[in-house]
């Protein structure tokens, strides 16, 4: 049990470089001559082309360009789908932007001692149609071992914070409270 996640990340690692160096390893084979090629330049060129991309996002022109790219993924049936759930998941992971995750609470359901433990999302409803908030909150509940949940808008009275940081309270919900392990 001890070396499966080390394994697994290894795999994943040696997946990632393997994928890279086909994909990118096959183009540079097209234009120069076998004899020349280096194993592990495919690797570099992607790791070139992705810092690239990165930077030339930064221009307006580029910038303007790319969201009209995810502006008709988000207009086409089908890929607007995968393309969108795609797209939260990566927002998820990203360290730059604020996380929507504001702090971490517990909240009792039923009346008889049963806690589940959530993220709070939203505070603000004024911008929301036909949703009373005055008073409430949403509250994101994760579903242990997979990416799934519910959000939930309850009074605020019912929330009580929990003083664990969000990457703990991640960790140990999304390990069906296993992980004891502080990050």
Same mark, same amino acid.
């Given at each position: 049990?001890a070396?499966i ?12 470089v393997?994928?890279?160096?086909n994909a990118f ?5 097209a234009?120069?001559?076998d004899?020349?090629?280096i194993t592990?330049m495919?690797?570099v ?7 690239g991309?990165?930077?030339l996002l930064?221009?307006?022109v580029?910038k303007?360009l ?8 988000d ?6 789908s995968?393309?969108?759930s ?5 927002s ?6 604020k996380?929507?995750f504001?702090?971490?609470v517990?909240i009792?359901?039923?009346? +008889?001692?049963c806690l589940?433990?959530?993220f709070?999302?939203?505070e ?5 149609? +036909?949703l009373?908030g005055?008073d409430?909150v949403?509250v ?8 799934g949940?519910y959000?939930?808008?309850v009074?605020k009275?019912k929330v009580?914070p929990?003083e664990m940081s969000i990457e703990?309270?991640?960790?140990f ?5 296993v992980?004891?392990?502080?990050t």
């Open positions: 049990m070396i996640p080390i394994a697994i990340t290894l795999y994943i690692l040696f997946w990632f393997r994928m890279t160096e390893g096959g183009m540079i084979r234009v120069i001559p004899r020349f090629y592990g495919g690797v060129a992607g790791l070139l082309i992705i810092m991309i990165g930077l930064r221009l307006y580029f303007k790319f969201v009209r790219i995810e502006t008709m993924f207009t086409l049936p089908i890929i607007k995968i393309y969108g795609i797209h939260d998941l990566m998820f992971f990203d360290s730059s932007k996380k929507e504001s702090k971490v517990s009792e359901l039923v009346e +008889n001692g589940l433990m959530g709070v999302t939203r603000d409803f004024e911008s929301l149609p +036909n009373d005055k409430k949403a994101y509940l994760p579903m242990s071992y997979q990416l949940g959000t939930i808008f009074d009275s009580k929990v703990e309270a991640m960790r919900v999304f390990t069906a409270a992980s004891t392990k502080k």
